[in-house]
């Protein structure tokens, strides 16, 4: 099955949050996960880390929860992702907070993944 990706990168340095807006690629939006590194593994242990995701006009798409809802789970790519069902062509917000301040940097990869305009329409129902 194609698809086209769209990261948004985000990073916290040395506090409790972190934010990134992008425009994203037009196009259907079936689906997001996120990769993530802590330079101190101990901030990934020991923190409670949240994020949510935005449109434009402020609605929430996603609403704050913990991060690891958005990983990539270990199975069929689709099917490891947390599911959308939005319209790309749009600015996106990622914020992301920690219980606490980190103790180092924090990178996080926000991937949406977008419907292939040419699969036939059931082609992501299976």
Known sequence: MRTTEFPIPVTIEGTNSG??????????????????????????????????????????????????????????????????DIEGGQALTIDIFASDTLNDYAYFDFIFIYADPNAPADCYNN
């Open 19 to 84: 934010t990134n807006t992008m425009r994203v690629n037009p196009g259907k939006i079936i689906g997001v996960v996120v990769y993530k590194r802590f330079v101190n593994q101990s901030d990934s242990e020991d923190k409670m880390i949240r994020a949510s995701i935005k449109d434009a006009s402020g609605n929430v798409i996603s609403y704050l929860q913990h991060i690891d809802n958005y990983r990539s789970r270990d199975c069929e790519y689709l099917k490891g992702a947390k599911p959308l």
